[in-house]
């Protein structure tokens, strides 16, 4: 099915977008926040590991809003129940932007912290994984400088590969990649669907229940379908795999 030709014309451009913009969130923007994290514990709290980092901060980050949907992730346990490390290179955009916008001192990265999660935001909540042109350049030019104050705090290794990781986007965008990557956003729109129709579910009065429940169901199989077409068959090679 998939080809190795690059920016195959088989796709527009604005699918093309959405996958180099999606690729830059989750690979690039996503080593950014792992670094901040990681830089402001080892700087501020010498000697403390992320697990004791958390559980010093467990009021603040199990206050969230959606903190039930992460905390086994911040504090994940084995089969019996026993305490294990958390990996912070495995939690996603929100969960990474959270603790540090709650938990660090970072006022003078806030503007940059939101940046990224609004634009993963963005990229989640779209109908269908296509990006405007105008948009993408907008992100672009955008992103330019947020990564160049990372280098600035990281270092000369750090900047040699986020920019070997941005090439790499930028030259060797695969048939197979969109694929996977439009895939991964069915998936994700779908579950989002069915959350919000588990929502209405709740709210709406018994005579509607089966029409409520017949969504529900149709929009489950939906998505385990996807999720298991996107998983198995279009999984993204394994460089892209935060």
Known sequence: MATASICPASFGQEEINYTKMQMIIQKVCHKVLVEYLLKY???????????????????????????????????????????????????????????????????HLEMDLTFIKDKRNYLCHLGEPKVPDGKFTSFKQDIDPILGRSFKCFGDKFEKEITEDMAIIDSHLTEQLIDAYQALHREHFVAEQIKCLCEEYKRTSAKHTDYFMQLVCGQTKIHDLFFAFAKTTLAPPAFFIG
């Open 41 to 107: 514990i080892k700087d501020k709290h010498p000697g403390d590991s992320v697990d004791v980092f958390l559980s010093n901060n467990e009021n603040t980050v199990n206050g969230g809003r959606d903190s039930y949907l992460y905390e086994k992730r911040y504090f994940p346990k084995d089969t019996n129940k026993q305490p294990v490390s958390t990996n912070v290179h495995k939690w996603d955009i929100q969960m990474l932007y959270f603790v540090l916008t709650r938990c660090c001192n970072l006022k």
